[in-house]
């Protein structure tokens, strides 16, 4: 019987060996999980960063968007009684393009020299269109 003791001797060396080198490998593979979710905490922990700038920025975009509506429409208004006032008034129209952008709720007093400068009126977006017949 001593061979078949020595055959079980060597599957039993066999055997721990494997298992030696199978606790090894999982070993291995604790540290690459241990790794990967430090990375993923890391790259939460930026996502959660981008958000909210994300949301900062997108908060930032809408009050700059109505600010350009409001002044385009502004400028319209402007416009559009500037256009008024240069036909009523004949090719220049000065101090009565200013004085229909006064009547329309201009909040600048007309430029006294005669000279009509239309960055110094603001139109308010809610004025009534019917101020010029």
């Known amino acids: 019987m001593s061979g078949a003791g020595e055959a079980l001797q060597g599957y039993n060396a066999a055997l721990l060996e494997g298992l030696a080198e199978l606790r090894a490998r999982r070993d291995e593979l604790s540290g690459r999980i241990r790794e990967e979710e430090a990375e993923r905490g890391r790259l939460q922990g930026r996502i959660a960063a981008l958000t909210e700038r994300l949301a900062r920025s997108s908060e930032r975009l809408a009050r700059h968007l109505a600010a350009r509506r409001q002044l385009d429409a502004s400028i319209a208004e402007s416009e559009a009684a500037y256009g008024k006032a ?3 008034g ?4 000065s101090l009565q393009a200013a004085k229909v952008l006064s009547a329309a709720g201009a909040v600048r007093a007309p430029v ?8 110094a009126f603001k139109v308010p977006s809610s004025s009534n269109n019917s101020v010029i017949p």
């Open 86 to 88: 240069a036909l009523r």
């Open 90 to 93: 004949g090719a220049a129209p």
């Open 112 to 119: 006294p020299c005669g000279e009509w400068d239309p960055m």
